[in-house]
């Protein structure tokens, strides 16, 4: 019932709504030497200026109710819902922000045409999320404190995307809730772009939080019988896990193999992007990092998504994007922190102040994620021993 409520939602937009011809350089990746930084402010200047004009601070504020009406009918199940109520929340903002991402209305729409299927999320929080029938966007739930935390941070964050069109945070595209039948409560949930869209296999995925990893051991190559083929593992991982984290990335010695140019382009959104999130108050963010490989004979790098950076031998396509960003530090977190901090290394817990959080965060992006290639050469005994000595001192 999500699904249909979202596309009731698109095809009756408030008046004088701000959709606009969706930005095609949006498509380009970040390391395309074509576009320079200047070119794209330039580009999203104009659209703040654009979207300004009309005392669009009201906007924020704004929400279309609508009444949906849902049938589904299955062989499994028969399901029909009179007139759920459905609530859009600041159209037009998001909107605008679905125009800055280069998302053409017709094509997002489209998305949404279909079944969503439901999966388990793979964090902690136990929300639930939903891709959509050609995964390029997430629709996410989301507890009653995130809804409300997200649309106080919704100018400033609208402000930050306006200016930043290289950002790597999350990408919110719209924000609704769905008042349930009889007996259930009203449910919150937020459209996102899907960071690891792409109809190719990703190899590896990693789920990056700064964590220092108190004991690293080497890698080890377990040999597999059913199709004798050696794997790199690192104990006590399985061949079976799916998401890796911090441990396993630096056990690894996993780092993004891109020319220096990028790497300091890279280092500069990254500490913007850390920079915004810390003056919002968050903390417990994540960065997300697909790994797959490049075909350069059969594919353009014209057609991967802007978070998608070619590696300098062009055998590797890396998807980047920081997730998790609703999480304001409050009096939950501190709490956390203040009986974490007495029987645990604080390298290791999450529960920390934004600014030692972006601190930890930064560090470990830089000394393992952004590593210069030169690095990439130090024996695995070196790594660890800068990784115990120089990274999670705050």
Excluded at 54 to 71: F, M, N, P, S
């Amino acid at each position: 019932y999500t699904t249909v409520g979202i596309i009731r939602s698109l095809r009756e937009p408030s008046e004088d709504s701000p959709v606009r011809r969706a930005d095609k350089s949006r498509s380009q990746p970040l390391s395309d030497p074509n576009i320079s930084r200047s070119q794209s402010m330039s580009s999203a200047s104009a659209r703040s200026d654009e979207f300004e004009d009309g005392g669009t601070h009201l906007w924020y504020a704004e929400k279309k109710r609508l009444a949906t009406t849902v049938r589904l009918n299955t062989s499994k199940l028969q399901v029909y819902y009179d007139k759920l109520g459905f609530t859009d929340y600041a159209p037009r903002v998001f909107a605008n922000l679905r125009a800055i991402a280069g998302i053409d209305p017709e094509e997002y729409e489209s998305s949404f045409v279909g079944t969503l299927s439901e999966i388990a999320s793979e964090g902690k929080s136990g929300m639930l999320f939903y891709f959509t029938s050609d995964r390029r966007y997430i629709v996410k739930t989301m507890t009653k404190d995130e809804h409300a935390f997200l649309l106080r941070m919704l100018p400033s964050y609208h402000a930050y995307v306006r200016t930043q069109p290289s950002t790597l945070l999350c990408r919110f595209l719209g924000c609704h809730s769905m008042q349930l039948p009889v007996g259930w409560d009203k449910m919150f949930f937020v459209v996102m772009e899907n960071v690891l869209s792409t109809h190719h296999e990703i190899d590896d995925r990693y789920d990056l939080k700064g964590l220092f990893a108190p004991v690293l051991q080497p890698p080890l190559r377990v040999f597999l019988k059913d199709d004798q083929t050696a794997r790199l593992l690192s104990p006590p991982q399985t061949a079976t896990k799916q998401l890796w984290h911090d441990h396993e990335f630096v056990a690894r010695g996993t780092y993004l193999n891109v020319a220096s140019t990028v790497r300091l382009e890279l280092l500069t959104q990254m500490t913007s992007d850390i920079g915004f999130l810390q003056e919002m108050d968050i903390m417990d963010y994540s960065c997300i990092v697909g790994i797959r490989e490049f075909d350069a004979e059969t594919e353009s790098t014209e057609l991967l998504p802007k978070n998608a950076i070619v590696s300098a031998d062009a055998k590797k396509v890396y998807y980047l994007g920081f997730i998790d960003i609703l999480q304001s530090y409050g009096l939950r977190w501190k709490v956390q922190n203040l009986v974490l901090s007495l029987v645990r290394d604080k390298r290791t817990i999450t529960a920390l102040p934004p600014p030692e959080y972006a601190l930890r965060f930064l560090s470990f992006l830089h000394a393992h994620l952004l590593r210069s290639s030169a690095d990439g050469s130090a024996s695995f005994k070196s790594m660890t021993a800068r990784s115990s000595f120089n990274y999670g001192t705050l």
